[in-house]
């Protein structure tokens, strides 16, 4: 269309290649329809994508449609998994975004972030400025499957989102959490513990009834996996 190579965010929906046409050529990235479709069908291009792309002017409709077809979107997706402790996310962190794995753990240890932390989310306490814990945040970054924008997304943003989302699940249990006689913290802490013993939901269940008995009778936990 253009020999302008600056990069604009487009939106292609799911739809046919007719839509696809038209929102690109509403986006100046084709000159012409028809033509546009002409192609996909004569090579057999025609299984293109959904999502958020990054296209300029200059592309052409080869290029273009070579990224729809491939799903090259500008979104990116980083899942994390269940279990996953604050070393795994810190390497996925690297894998998947401009970050390095020394700025995640560098961050983890910044006291004045922490403090930013501590004083926005109600779940996070002076507890885990504990000495004797190796990262605070551990056991706080709810795992799951976060989209972004690109890989330059900040540490800080996708903290931001894992800890949003925790809020968002710790809150169905706040009355309960503030009426039990175990701090926010223990009650993390048990539950990362419980999970790394067992395998599924029945087990989480019986393995968290051993650790209560144990603690009301003032017995160690007993448990292996905390000297992992």
């Not at 479709?37 to 290029?63: C, I, R």
């Given at each position: 269309?253009?020999?302008?190579?600056?990069?604009?965010?487009?939106?292609?929906?799911?739809?046919?290649?007719?839509?696809?046409?038209?929102?690109?050529?509403?986006?100046?990235?084709?000159?012409?329809?028809?033509?546009?479709?002409?192609?996909?069908?004569?090579?057999?291009?025609?299984n293109?994508?959904?999502?958020?792309?990054?296209?300029?002017?200059?592309?052409?409709?080869?290029?273009?449609?070579?990224?729809?077809?491939?799903?090259?979107?500008?979104?990116?997706n980083?899942?994390?998994?269940?279990?996953?402790?604050v070393?795994?996310?810190?390497?996925?962190?690297?894998?998947?975004t401009?970050?390095?794995?020394?700025?995640?753990?560098?961050?983890?240890?910044?006291?004045?972030?922490?403090?930013?932390?501590?004083?926005?989310?109600?779940?996070?306490?002076?507890?885990?400025?504990?000495?004797?814990?190796y990262?605070?945040?551990?056991?706080?970054?709810?795992?799951?499957?976060?989209?972004?924008?690109?890989?330059?997304?900040?540490?800080?943003?996708?903290?931001?989102?894992?800890?949003?989302?925790?809020?968002?699940?710790?809150?169905?249990?706040?009355?309960?959490?503030?009426?039990?006689?175990?701090?926010?913290?223990?009650?993390?802490t048990?539950?990362?513990i419980?999970?790394?013993?067992?395998y599924?939901?029945?087990?989480?269940?019986?393995?968290?009834?051993?650790?209560?008995?144990?603690?009301?009778?003032?017995?160690?936990?007993?448990?292996?996996?905390?000297?992992?």
């Amino acid at each position: 269309v253009s020999n302008d190579n600056t990069l604009k965010e487009v939106t292609i929906k799911a739809g046919s290649i007719n839509s696809i046409a038209n929102t690109l050529k509403e986006n100046n990235l084709i000159k012409n329809i028809t033509i546009f479709k002409v192609y996909t069908k004569l090579t057999n291009k025609t299984n293109l994508k959904a999502g958020t792309y990054n296209f300029s002017e200059d592309m052409g409709v080869k290029k273009i449609v070579d990224l729809l077809e491939e799903g090259k979107t500008s979104e990116n997706n980083i899942t994390f998994k269940e279990g996953i402790n604050v070393r795994g996310i810190a390497k996925l962190i690297s894998e998947k975004t401009n970050n390095s794995y020394e700025s995640v753990i560098s961050l983890m240890n910044d006291n004045s972030y922490i403090d930013e932390l501590i004083s926005k989310y109600w779940f996070l306490t002076d507890d885990i400025k504990n000495s004797k814990i190796y990262y605070s945040l551990e056991g706080y970054l709810f795992p799951d499957t976060y989209r972004f924008n690109s890989k330059d997304v900040t540490v800080e943003e996708i903290f931001n989102k894992m800890l949003d989302q925790m809020e968002k699940e710790l809150n169905k249990y706040k009355k309960q959490i503030e009426n039990s006689k175990y701090s926010v913290h223990e009650l993390i802490t048990l539950a990362s513990i419980t999970q790394s013993e067992g395998y599924n939901e029945d087990d989480f269940k019986n393995i968290a009834s051993v650790f209560y008995n144990r603690l009301k009778t003032g017995m160690a936990l007993g448990s292996c996996v905390t000297s992992y």
